[in-house]
């Protein structure tokens, strides 16, 4: 059973910067795409990055290009996501998620952890 733990969440000004984890278990995840997605209040789930377990493809979201960028530590089994110049409409509950893929395509049922909240003040 597929296990996703998300961490590193917190309150920071705009401007500043964060780095989430995701600690990854209960499988080996090659063919994997491991993905970060976020949702604000009242709005859809959108997302933002994503990676493919062997390193070589990865995807970001347009209003995310040139701030974020997304990495895995295979040897962790962790997922991570920096995120620079952090403005308020980053404020969200940030998932990570992951299933078989072609590429960073999704093509079978995702696994999501529990989300963690971050919130950039103006």
């Known amino acids: 059973q597929v296990q996703l733990v998300e961490s590193g969440g917190g309150l920071v000004q705009a401007g500043g910067s964060l780095r989430l984890s995701c600690a990854a278990s209960?499988?080996?995840?090659?063919?994997?795409?491991m993905e970060w997605f976020r949702q604000a209040p009242g709005k859809e789930r959108e997302r933002v990055a994503a990676i493919s377990w062997s390193g070589g493809n990865t995807y970001y979201g347009d209003s995310v290009k040139g701030r974020f960028t997304i990495s895995r530590d295979g040897a962790k089994n962790t997922v991570y996501l920096q995120m620079n110049s952090l403005k308020p409409e980053d404020t969200a509950i940030y998932y990570c998620?992951?299933?078989?893929?072609?590429?960073?395509?999704?093509?079978?049922?995702?696994?999501w952890g529990q989300g963690t909240q971050v919130t950039v003040s103006s």
């Open positions: 998620a992951c299933a078989v893929s072609a590429g960073t395509i999704a093509i079978g049922p995702r696994s």
């Open positions: 209960g499988r080996t995840f090659s063919g994997f795409v």
